[in-house]
């Protein structure tokens, strides 16, 4: 936690390529085919690791590989989110030159039917479609935030008001929160 920045409250997460947060795997973030949404806000100076800095993700371990879902930033400013369907196929949707660096910036990825939307700053950039059976396998590792379990994809910055949610919050632009998510 740190109390260098922050967007609400008194803490944010700090990470870097070392330093990011887990939390164990439960059927609560098993996305399966239903909508959902995954915002948080961000603060970082785009000196980000090989491949990107990881907002939060869900991963296989072992032979499985790969991820079930997971939010990244480019060192170009791009928000780039990945979800994988059963096991054999992904999706992909990216924004590019989202984020700009040193400021906070509000970033969502929501799956509504067959979209898969990014939305940055309460802007919809970006929409790829999926099919309507598209499945998200739930990966067999914690769930990691500002990171990445045993590598060096580590985010340089700050996670403030991180959340998944089962349902599709927004499906157009709309007002960035003002305010913490109600608990």
């Not at 032979?63 to 079930?68: F, L, T, V």
């Not at 927004?170 to 929160?177: M, R």
Request: some cysteine; hydrophobic content about 40%.
């Amino acid at each position: 936690a740190s109390t260098l920045q922050k967007k609400f409250g008194a803490y944010s997460l700090k990470c870097n390529t070392s330093s990011y947060f887990t939390t164990p795997w439960t059927s609560k973030f098993a996305l399966s085919n239903s909508d959902f949404t995954m915002e948080c806000w961000l603060y970082t100076d785009l000196a980000v690791g090989a491949g990107g800095g990881q907002l939060l993700g869900n991963w296989h371990a072992g032979s499985a590989g790969g991820c079930a879902f997971q939010v990244f930033v480019l060192s170009s400013g791009a928000i780039s989110a990945t979800i994988r369907n059963n096991g054999t196929s992904y999706a992909v949707v990216t924004a590019t030159g989202a984020v700009k660096a040193n400021t906070w910036t509000h970033v969502a990825i929501v799956r509504s039917g067959t979209n898969l939307m990014a939305f940055v700053n309460g802007s919809l950039l970006k929409t790829t479609v999926i099919p309507a059976a598209f499945t998200v396998s739930p990966g067999d590792q914690a769930i990691t935030l500002g990171g990445r379990n045993g590598d060096s994809v580590g985010l340089s910055g700050y996670l403030d008001e991180v959340r998944i949610v089962k349902t599709a919050l927004y499906l157009t632009n709309f007002e960035v929160p003002t305010s913490s998510f109600p608990t």
